[in-house]
């Protein structure tokens, strides 16, 4: 390809929503255009990086048995009723009415239409296991899109589907889905960690999240320094906490507290450390109708954590909450609770129907103190084991001065960016959507299923964020738009324009991805777009070369080196490994 034909539509102005270099140096480079809030369009280059990305997941999925289809994008609304995600899923489902009034969706996920394939066409166990993946479109209603392509509405996926006739054949696609993955990273350059996660609106028993580690990255995951354990903060573990000293040794009393409706002047009114305290936090739980009242009971010094929440809630109650809403004081007052003054005695009985969830740190715990549900005042030497039947979960957010819980090594919490989450999804969607086959005792059997999923366009940001230099981008090898630019410094100068076209034609000839800077501008013009845009290497024709000297730049690191023009082409080929 010459660059003089090349659309790209480098700008150097920067975009004004930009945040993130990612962002700013795709648009830039003329990769992508936004034509609206989360909506993009990809150029030529843009579209060859993401080609190459697509391609080389493609090629590790084949390897592994699965086998590539496209699913329909528009989706009837019917098959996410069947499923029951059609209320649940929430407003990032954009669902609208056909011409013939039928409601339809734009698929975030195609849970729904492969299960009906599946259950239309598979009968017998014999035809299992199957997995089924697609690298498609998804459109996902999101509240924030930003981020250029790390958070759009409109983005690919690679999403995969496997069908097994029992657990153990689907633990093993898994872990085989976790080889592959770890392969497409490894391929893609990227430095990533594989770690626990919540299931959230997929659901299933059991997830995995790679992550790559960055400082814009919207995630956080907690570390282990020691072990191997690694999760998202969302669900991350942690071992019990080690008692503090100065325990607040105390008979059961109440105690008069003025003016303390916080942890900060509690502990200061009790000079005791805030791990003694017991925390309130109350939640409106929103359910299909209305809401319902939650307490989270945690140690002063810890913080409720949003998903774990949730998923304590919904362990709990007999009706799942859709989310947690926050209560405003007013809101509080309203149910007859004071606010800052919350505790565990006769809760029930002031608001018969609230959710009272203690975090499991609390278990059995004594020498607290806590709300006594009446302002200014407090009861001192709580011992949470003289209660019946607590509702005991693991709601607190793990800190990086927690101790691992696999372990008991120290902890590190890092910022992260989610390419990809497999699932083990069981038969949630092959009940809900009555999907069966026979079994080899002819019994009528619900399928066991997984998915996994990649952000395909988000994996451009992620490279770019782990590359890129204050110049403009800079792609892993498997990545980047181009392997060599072939620079003419001066195309005016018809000897270099001939030697630089007859080492371009050469390069192609040796199947090496090569674009030719043919255009008139300034050579210093041109050497900004190559840092800008990111092919991999620069070789510039200047006036040495017609004395066999060129220089080749590699833009990693920008380090140049020069070579003899016959160790050219292998020179390339060599730094492809
Ligand atoms: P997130 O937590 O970032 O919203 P998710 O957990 O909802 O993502 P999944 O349902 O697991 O996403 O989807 C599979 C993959 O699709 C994610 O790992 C992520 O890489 C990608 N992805 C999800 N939402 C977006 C988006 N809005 N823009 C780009 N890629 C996305
Ligand atoms: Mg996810």
Redesign the pocket.
């Known amino acids: 390809m010459r660059l003089s034909q090349l659309f790209a539509p480098t700008t150097k102005e920067v975009p004004k929503d930009a945040v993130l270099k990612s962002h700013q140096f795709m648009v830039q480079g003329g990769f992508i255009q936004q034509m609206g809030s989360?909506l993009y369009h990809f150029l030529p280059l843009g579209h060859k990086v993401l080609s190459k990305i697509r391609a080389m997941i493609k090629e590790v999925m084949d390897s592994y048995g699965a086998q590539e289809c496209t699913l329909g994008f528009v989706v009837p609304a019917s098959l996410w009723q069947q499923s029951g995600r059609f209320e649940q899923y929430g407003k990032?489902l954009l669902s609208f009415l056909d011409r013939k009034d039928n409601p339809c969706v734009l698929s975030?996920?195609h849970e729904e239409p492969i299960t009906q394939i599946i259950k239309a066409h598979v009968k017998s166990y014999k035809q299992l296991p199957l997995n089924l993946y697609q690298i498609h479109t998804?459109f996902?209603d999101?509240i924030r899109?930003r981020f250029g392509?790390?958070?759009?509405?409109e983005?690919?996926?690679k999403?995969a589907y496997s069908f097994h006739a029992n657990t153990e054949c689907l633990d093993r696609e898994f872990e085989r889905m976790h080889a592959a993955y770890s392969e497409i990273f490894t391929k893609l350059g990227l430095d990533f960690r594989a770690v626990e996660?919540d299931s959230?609106?997929?659901g299933g028993s059991k997830?995995k999240?790679?992550v790559v580690l960055a400082e814009c990255g919207?995630?956080s995951v907690i570390v282990c320094q020691n072990c191997s354990y690694a999760a998202n903060i969302e669900i991350a573990k942690r071992a019990k906490r080690p008692e503090p000293d100065n325990v607040p040794k105390a008979s059961f009393a109440k105690f008069y507290t003025p003016n303390t409706p916080t942890i900060e002047k509690l502990s200061a009114f009790f000079k005791v450390p805030a791990y003694f305290l017991m925390k309130a936090v109350l939640k409106k739980a929103r359910l299909s109708k209305g809401t319902r009242p939650v307490v989270f009971f945690l140690r002063g010094d810890d913080q409720l954590e949003d998903t774990k929440a949730l998923n304590a809630f919904n362990k709990s109650a007999l009706e799942n909450a859709l989310e947690l809403e926050e209560m405003s004081p007013s809101e509080v007052t309203a149910l007859g609770l004071p606010v800052g003054y919350i505790g565990a005695y006769g809760l029930k009985h002031l608001v018969p129907d609230i959710e009272v969830i203690f975090d499991v740190d609390l278990q059995d715990a004594d020498c607290l103190i806590c709300g006594a549900n009446e302002a200014d005042q407090h009861f001192v030497g709580v011992d949470l084991a003289t209660f019946a039947d607590l509702n005991y979960q693991d709601i607190a957010k793990t800190r990086p001065q927690d101790r691992c819980v696999e372990c008991q090594g120290a902890l590190s919490e890092k910022r992260s960016?989610?390419?990809?989450?497999i699932?083990k999804l069981g038969d949630k969607y092959s009940k809900s959507m009555e999907a069966t086959y026979l079994d080899k005792e002819g019994r009528l059997q619900h399928f066991e299923m997984g998915c996994y999923?990649?952000?395909?366009?988000?994996?451009m940001s992620a490279i770019l964020e782990q590359y890129s230099d204050e110049k403009g981008c800079v792609w892993s090898k498997a990545s980047a738009p181009f392997e060599v630019v072939v620079v003419v410094a001066n195309p005016k100068d018809s000897a270099l324009e001939a030697l630089g076209t007859q080492i371009y034609e050469e390069l192609k000839k040796a199947e090496i991805d090569v674009l030719l800077d043919d255009r008139a501008d300034r050579f210093g013009a041109k050497m900004a777009d190559f840092e800008l845009i990111g092919c991999s290497h620069a070789l510039i024709i200047g006036k040495q070369a017609l004395e066999g000297q060129f220089e080749l730049i590699t833009r990693q690191g920008l380090s140049k080196h020069t070579i003899a023009r016959d160790l050219i082409v292998q020179t390339l080929l060599e730094a492809r490994t």
Not at 417 to 421: A, L
């Open positions: 989360g990032e975030p996920t998804k996902r999101e899109p392509l790390m958070r759009a509405r983005f690919v996926m999403d996660a959230g609106a997929i997830s999240e790679f919207e995630d960016i989610e390419v990809g989450h699932f999923g990649i952000g395909v366009t988000r994996l």
